[in-house]
T-cell receptor
Framework: GAVVSQHPSWVICKSGTSVKIECRSL??????MFWYRQFPKQSLMLMAT?????????EQGVEKDKFLINHASLTLSTLTVTSAHPEDSSFYIC???????????FGPGTRLTVL | AQSVTQPDIHITVSEGASLELRCNYS??????LFWYVQSPGQGLQLLLK??????LVQGIKGFEAEFKRSQSSFNLRKPSVHWSDAAEYFC????????????FGTGTRLQVFP
């Protein structure tokens, strides 16, 4: 149980285009989903926290207009990287948590390369 | 501010040897502590977690960790390492009861020699 999927697993796009990444909890309803960014050989940095039906809470320094997060249902959150630039190239990971006191379950990640 | 330190960037052990991965945290209240493992092409998998109670926590794949409040540590151990344990290991601290935020350490890459 507690499986989280991401789609796509990797994507290459041209500079200036937008890319949407989906995060789904497959066998449970997630009240909260999180989006992380991981640079090569570095740790995971939390970008934002999203709760179903409400606006995402972004961490300091994360541009909310560049990284649009939508949490339309209890099983789906999307991250859209708008007007992507090469510096947005990274590994994006989502996680989902079951109600308080439990654990975050992580998706396999999406590798974004912006040319 | 909360932080997690994993002092060892890279550790190499022989298969069958014992393993200890270090983790130190900085947090004012009672921490909620986690160890995750990340294998190439796979998502982070939870090995074990500490919320309260017994300070020695048993996890999956034969791993255990001990919470030591006096040392602000939560080291991960395994008595006999298998080649399949080669991966990146992350220690994390949850900064509230509902683990709204996880602060991750920088990770330790484990290499296992046959």
């Amino acid at each position: 149980g507690a499986v989280v999927s991401q789609h796509p697993s990797w994507v290459i796009c041209k500079s200036g285009t937008s890319v949407k990444i989906e995060c789904r909890s497959l066998d449970f309803q997630a009240t909260t989903m999180f989006w992380y960014r991981q640079f090569p050989k570095q740790s995971l940095m939390l970008m934002a926290t999203s709760n179903e039906g409400s606006k995402a809470t972004y961490e300091q320094g994360v541009e909310k207009d560049k990284f649009l997060i939508n949490h339309a249902s209890l099983t789906l959150s999307t991250l859209t990287v708008t007007s992507a630039h090469p510096e947005d190239s990274s590994f994006y990971i989502c996680s989902a948590s079951i109600p308080p006191g439990d654990t975050q379950y992580f998706g396999p990640g999406t590798r974004l390369t912006v040319l | 501010a909360q932080s997690v330190t994993q002092p060892d960037i890279h550790i190499t052990v022989s298969e069958g040897a014992s393993l200890e991965l270090r983790c130190n945290y900085s947090y004012g209240a009672t921490p909620y502590l986690f160890w995750y493992v990340q294998s190439p092409g796979q998502g982070l998998q939870l090995l074990l977690k500490y919320f309260s109670g017994d300070t020695l926590v048993q996890g999956i794949k034969g791993f255990e960790a001990e919470f030591k409040r006096s040392q602000s540590s939560f080291n991960l151990r395994k008595p006999s390492v298998h080649w399949s344990d080669a991966a990146e290991y992350f220690c994390a601290v949850g900064v509230s009861y509902n683990t709204d935020k996880l602060i991750f350490g920088t990770g330790t890459r484990l290499q296992v020699f046959p």
